[in-house]
């Protein structure tokens, strides 16, 4: 993995532009993962879309790839559980007034086509368990951003990791070792990746992890 990879000053840019609580260091590494993992010319799945920060530097990936690459972006877009009234990360601007709940989606959209990388993206909105279990291809990337109880960052891990395929990546985010600092769902998910003997790690960056499929196993 070329960890100095780097998306053009454009796209920095936009990403920097868009909504979202990503931090620059930690997307650039993510952006390197998502170069190396479009080699293997399979999708690149995002799970946790919000407004598509992030998705900006896995769509620009996909478009210097060689080949046809594809970056899925999932979510129900109705805000995590740390993203409703009442709590730190919610942001008012992002209710629909007609139905009162949060819905990112046109704030995603209007996103990537200020990044001019809308024909890279296909957006799956839904419930990640539901959308797995439909799915049938192998993936080049997994990017685990969802939900952050244990229920929701179990079954994201579950769900989509058995079509990781080898030499693919895992990208895993919030990676918190320490309570103090957040949750523990996305650290207790990166342990058991490491612990199935099936990842070793390439990087990390903050609370951004990236390990490689060395092997079969979740």
């Not at 990044?115 to 890279?120: R, S």
């Not at 109880?149 to 994201?156: L, N, P, Q, S, V």
């Not at 990781?164 to 103090?180: K, N, R, S, T």
């Amino acid at each position: 993995m070329d960890v100095a990879a780097r998306p053009a000053p454009e796209v920095v840019a936009a990403f920097e532009a868009a909504k979202g609580f990503m931090p620059a260091d930690e997307g650039m590494a993510l952006y390197a993962a998502a170069r190396d993992a479009a080699r293997l010319g399979l999708p690149l799945l995002e799970i946790g879309t919000y407004c598509g920060r992030s998705t900006i530097l896995l769509a620009d990936a996909a478009r210097r790839a060689d080949g046809d690459v594809t970056v899925l972006t999932l979510d129900h877009h109705r805000g995590s559980e740390e993203q409703q009234p009442g709590w730190e990360y919610h942001d008012p601007s992002l209710v629909d007034p007609e139905v009162g709940l949060m819905d990112t989606l046109p704030f995603f959209r209007r996103t990537l086509h200020a990044a001019g990388l809308e024909e890279y993206v296909v957006a799956l909105v839904g419930r990640s368990p539901r959308a797995a279990s439909v799915w049938g291809g192998r993936l080049g990337l997994v990017f685990v951003d969802g939900g952050h109880t244990d229920e929701h960052a179990r079954a994201d891990y579950e769900g989509w990791v058995p079509h990781l395929a080898e030499g693919g990546l895992l990208v895993i985010h919030d990676v918190f070792p320490d309570p103090a600092d957040g949750g523990q769902a996305p650290h207790r998910i990166h342990r058991r990746a490491l612990e199935s003997g099936a990842f070793a790690e390439e990087c990390a960056v903050r609370s951004l992890r990236v390990l490689r499929r060395t092997g079969p196993g979740l």
